[in-house]
């Protein structure tokens, strides 16, 4: 499908609205993350791989990252594609970016946990589900009733 004059490649710095505002549009945004936002660059900085999809206007109109720990495994987080722009094979330049850029550097344990709703798009880039594993999240305060010290 034509997605028109779409750029995407790998970025080490993005327009912290166009990030703000793709996070909203996923639901991954935290009112508190309004107080500061400086995490942005920091989420950017720190990932093994951040790819950036920008229209010919110069808007960042999707993104993803993968974390690793750079020579051995990683995982995918964090592909959004802004709603007028979805459909247009966007989201799967992002994410087959994020995964060769990966596999070059020899690292080829890659996963990720797929939203509800988008197991099809994964799966449809060659990942599959894996049988009889669960994903996964700390509960803070579970953690905190056993003992844990989260700070
Ligand atoms: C999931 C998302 C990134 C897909 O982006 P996109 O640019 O619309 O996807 P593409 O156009 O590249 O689609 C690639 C293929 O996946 C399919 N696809 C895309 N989203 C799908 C979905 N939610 N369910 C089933 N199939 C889907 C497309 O039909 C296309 O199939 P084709 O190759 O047979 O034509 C986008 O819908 C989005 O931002 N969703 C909200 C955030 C989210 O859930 N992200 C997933 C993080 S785990």
Redesign the pocket.
Known sequence: ?D?GEIKVGLADGVPEEDFIS?YK???WWSPEYDADTSFIEAVVAGSAAFAAAFSADGRMV?M?RAVSDGCSDAY????????D???????????RLLVESLLERGIDWIG???????????S??GFAAMEGHAPMKLDLDAFRRQGGDPL
Do not use: N, Y
């Open positions: 499908m997605d793709l549009e996923a639901g999707g993803g995918i987080q964090d592909v959004v594609v802004a709603r722009f979805r459909g247009k094979g966007i989201g799967r330049r992002i994410e990720l946990i797929a939203e509800p709703g988008s197991a099809e798009f994964h449809k880039l």
